[in-house]
Each structure stands twice: as C-alpha cells, then as structure tokens.
C-alpha cells in the first residue's frame, strides 16, 4: 500500500542516496531511530520494494528480532561477487548490536569501508552508544536520522486511508473527538492502524480506546514481565500516575530506596520506557515515554480491575 509510505522526504532521501552510489563507491550507512509503531519496518519495507524493481540493487530486508543469529559479516562476504549492490535493509538492527563484541562490529564497520560494499539501513528504538561514542565501531560511519510522531494533518489523512479500507462505518476524521484521542495515545502510524478498526466510536472515549488498545495487552504485558520486580514496581507505579512523578514520589509509593530506584530509573531509560521530562538537579520528573502504553495501562489495566470488583 504505497500510502503507508508516510515518511516520504526521509524514505526519499534515503533511496536518492542509495540509488546515487557509483558501483565502485564506499557506501554512505544510514540509521533510523524510532520507537515501536512508529513506522521503521514500513519505511524499510517501501525501500526494499522499490530497490527490488531498480536495476543493479539487490534488497535483503531482514527481521532482526526474529532472526537474532543474522551475520552481517557472512552477508557481506556471500555477495562479494554479485554484479548487484547488497543493500541490507536491518529492522530492529540494535538486537544484532547487543548480541555483538566490539570486535565483530570494527570488522563489519572495515568490510563496508570498502569499494562497492553493501549499503546498510538499519532502525532501531533507541540510538546505540556504538554509533555516537567517538572512537566506537560505528561512529560517523552511519547518517543518524530519528522518526517523529506524525502531524496532525499526515495522522488524519492516514487514519481515514484506513478506515476507508475497512467496512466499518466512516466518521469524521478532522473531528475534534478522534483529534483528541490522538493527542492522547499518540500520533504514529500503529495508533492509526489501531483506531482504524473501532467497531464503533458512539460509545464514547474511554470505550473506544479499550477497543482499540486491547490487542497491546499481550505486548504491553511481555514488556513488563520481562523486567525485574523491582523495576517492575517501579514502571507500574509511573503508569498509575497522570502527572510525571519524582524520585521521591516513587521512593514513597514504593517502599524502596533512593538507591533502589535511581539504578532503576537509568534501567528503565535504557530500555527506552522511562524519560526524564524536566531534568534539573534538586527536582527531576520523570514519565512513562510511551503514550500508547500509558493510555492502554488507563483504559485497559485499570478499566478491567474496576469492572472486576
């Protein structure tokens, strides 16, 4: 669905500076930052189909999550004599780099400073330290790029796209109503594939949303089990929270150390859940970085325990 290419001037930045590359050439990398539904498989997957139609490119597009195993390496020296230029398209690439030694990654980052060696696209969620630290592998060997949330014009235009391809009844997609539902779980393209498919938007905010975030639960919920029960105690208790929330607010509602929950803060951070909105030295906040988390824990979560009692 060529409409679902909604990072169009990156997508086409991107594929110039691919198609641009003389057969000879040492490659320019490109990296893509951006949390989860936020459109990085579909931009790969809009690269992969039109370079497979340009004549001299060979696309590979590989899941990295589900194939955790791929060899950059392997790959790059299996084409070393295809008349083609490999272009590795990585989806969830930082899954490779986390299970990589350094001395691996100063390898593949020698092998692609050579003439007509394959471009690499990756994304991932959050922006390794190998490609920002001066002196490690990556450093200033790939163009860094970070997706933002949609405009509210691009969400609207997406949203409708769907839900015009559904048999669900239409709705007004300018409103104020499915405007402020965005502003609630945020503008990406997953939040619009998910509205898409609301049986019904009579019954009101709250109603709509459960629908809609429901088939999250099971994602949401491998996110937080996969944590540490401290850290675990730590997450809910921000997502029980409308407001950022400091230390100390945690400390308190928790029962645990400012010792305990300063290591678990930074933990949560990396792994691209928490985010410091007001940072200062005496009066840090700090929130849950998902929107879409947040508004499912609210609509889903808390709605399903009050229904129960």
């Not at 490779?96 to 350094?102: S, T, Y």
């Not at 029962?255 to 691209?272: H, I, N, W, Y």
């Amino acid at each position: 669905m060529d409409y679902l290419n909604i990072h169009g001037p990156l997508y086409t930045e991107i594929l110039q500076g691919i198609l641009s590359e003389a057969p000879d050439s040492i490659p320019q990398c490109y990296y893509v930052v951006g949390r989860r539904g936020y459109g990085k498989t579909g931009l790969l997957r809009n690269l992969a189909k039109t370079l497979s139609e340009s004549a001299g490119y060979l696309p590979r597009y590989v899941d990295c999550l589900m194939s955790p195993s791929f060899d950059i390496r392997e790959a790059i020296l299996e084409y070393n004599d295809s008349e083609s230029r490999l272009v590795l398209l990585l989806d969830d690439m930082d899954v490779l780099l986390d299970n990589m030694e350094r001395d691996e990654m100063f390898v593949i980052r020698s092998l692609l400073y050579e003439k007509g060696a394959p471009v690499i696209v990756g994304t991932g969620a959050e922006l390794s330290d190998e490609f920002t630290e001066y002196q490690a592998p990556f450093y200033d060997a790939f163009i860094l790029h970070h997706l933002k949330e949609l405009s509210r014009d691009a969400s609207i235009d997406l949203f409708a796209r769907m839900r015009g391809e559904t048999r669900l009844r239409k709705i007004d997609a300018s409103s104020k109503f499915v405007s402020d539902l965005f502003d609630e779980i945020g503008r990406t393209p997953e939040s619009c594939r998910l509205l898409s498919g609301v049986t019904s938007f009579d019954g009101g905010r709250a109603k709509v949303l459960s629908e809609a975030l429901s088939p999250l639960s099971l994602y949401f919920r491998g996110k937080i089990m996969a944590l540490s029960p401290s850290q675990r105690k730590t997450l809910v208790f921000m997502l029980s929270q409308k407001e950022p929330v400091l230390l100390k607010d945690i400390r308190e509602a928790t029962g645990q150390t400012a010792g305990d929950v300063s290591p678990q803060l930074k933990a949560l951070g990396a792994k691209g859940l928490v985010l410091a909105t007001r940072p200062s030295v005496k009066k840090t906040e700090y929130a849950v970085a998902d929107k879409t988390m947040n508004a499912w824990f609210r609509n889903c979560v808390v709605k399903d325990q009050f229904e129960l009692i």
